[in-house]
Structures are given as C-alpha cells and as structure tokens.
Nanobody, 126 residues
Framework: QVQLVESGGGSVQAGGSLRLSCKAS????????LGWFRQAPVKEREGVAT????????YYADSVKGRFTISQDSAKITVYLQMASLKPEDNAMYYC???????????????????WGQGTLVTVPS
C-alpha cells in the first residue's frame, strides 16, 4: 500500500492560482495512475484529473479542463495539481489517490482507486 500526503491547499481569491502536491511514501511504481479528486460540502466526491504513471497520459474533468494541470516528478514520488483561474465552485477538499488498475475511461471512478490521502482544503471565496 502506498501512503499519500497532500499539501498546498489554502484560501485564494477568484482568478488566482494554487499548486497542490501529493507525496507518496515510496515510488508509486505499483500505481498505474494517480488522480486528484475533490469533494465540496454536501456533494459527492468527483474526479478532477488523472495521470498515468508510465507514459504520462493525462485526463481532466470538463469542469477544470484548460485551467488545471496534473504532473508528476521524474522519480514518481510526487504528483502535482496546478490550478489556475480558480472559481468559487472549485471550493472543496482535494484528495490524491492511486490506482493499480486504472482501466480506460474509469479514471474518475472512486472505486478504481485503492490508496487515498487525507486531503487538503482549497477555499475560493465568492
């Protein structure tokens, strides 16, 4: 099992930027992909972005496409989520997750991911 620790959350004005980091306890070699999810109050947890550990293919939810960028370091220890043009609707707890299978088109399915971090809070006041 890979332990994941998120950081980088905070409060930012609408239109601003933040970069979230997710550090793994060891190289995420057993994870086929790493994803970012978010959960706003009284809403379901939803997938935001996913990156394949090998190959680097990325996928984004329509709500963040063009504004968020997911990336990983060369050691495959840390995955990042660069967020720009933030909106009040981006308010949420953001979670990092790892999947050993990462089946095609299942990138944003919560059940696809075995390892989860504790989350980091992003606040964008309206």
């Amino acid at each position: 099992q890979v332990q994941l620790v998120e950081s980088g959350g905070g409060s930012v004005q609408a239109g601003g930027s933040l970069r979230l980091s997710c550090k793994a306890s060891r190289a995420t070699l057993s994870s086929a992909c790493l994803g970012w999810f978010r959960q706003a109050p009284v809403k379901e947890r939803e997938g935001v972005a996913t990156i394949y550990t090998y190959g680097g293919a990325t996928y984004y939810a329509d709500s963040v496409k063009g504004r968020f960028t997911i990336s990983q370091d060369s050691a495959k220890i840390t995955v990042y989520l660069q967020m720009a043009s933030l909106k009040p609707e981006d308010n949420a707890m953001y979670y990092c997750a790892g999947s050993r299978r990462c089946r095609y088109s299942y990138w944003f399915s919560r059940d696809e991911y075995e390892d989860w971090g504790q989350g980091t809070l992003v606040t964008v006041p309206s």
